[in-house]
C-alpha cells in the first residue's frame, strides 16, 4: 500500500511562491513515478506536472510551464512543486498521485495512489 501525504499550501499573495510537499510511504514507492494535478473550484481535476522515478524526466502541462517546477528527493522519499509568480487563477486544490508503473501521462487514470490534497489560495 502506498499513501500520498500533501502539505506546503496556504494563503499567499498574488506574485509569492509556495513549494508544495508529497510525502510518500509505502513498498517500492522510489520506483513510481509522481505527478501534481489541482482542481479548481467547479473545474475538473486539471495535470500539472509529473517525474519519473530517478528524478530524471518532467513533463509539465503546457499552462504550468515556465512557473511550475516539480522535483524529488528519493532519500525523502518526497516530490516537490514549487510555484513561482502565484496567480489568482491557481487557487485550487493540488493532489500528488503515484504510478507503479512510472507513468509519465497527464491522464488521471494512470495513477493508482493518490493524496488528500493541499489548499493552495492565491489573492490578488
Known amino acids: 500500500q502506498v499513501q500520498l501525504v500533501e502539505s506546503g499550501g496556504g494563503l499567499v499573495q498574488a506574485g509569492g511562491s509556495l513549494r508544495l510537499s508529497c510525502a510518500a510511504s509505502?513498498?517500492?514507492?522510489?520506483?513510481?513515478?509522481i505527478s501534481w494535478f489541482r482542481q479548481a473550484p467547479w473545474k475538473e481535476r486539471e495535470f500539472a506536472a509529473v517525474?519519473?522515478?530517478?528524478?530524471?524526466?518532467?513533463y509539465y502541462a503546457d499552462p504550468m510551464k515556465g512557473r511550475f517546477t516539480i522535483s524529488r528527493d528519493n532519500a525523502k522519499n518526497t516530490v516537490y512543486l514549487q510555484i513561482d509568480s502565484l496567480k489568482p487563477e491557481d487557487t485550487a486544490v493540488y493532489y500528488c498521485?503515484?504510478?507503479?508503473?512510472?507513468?509519465?501521462?497527464?491522464?488521471?487514470?494512470?495513477?493508482?495512489?493518490w493524496g488528500q490534497g493541499t489548499q493552495v489560495t492565491v489573492s490578488s
Open positions: 509505502g513498498r517500492a514507492v522510489n520506483t513510481y513515478s
Open positions: 498521485a503515484a504510478s507503479s508503473t512510472n507513468a509519465l501521462r497527464a491522464s488521471s487514470e494512470s495513477y493508482e495512489y
Open positions: 517525474i519519473n522515478w530517478r528524478g530524471t524526466i518532467t
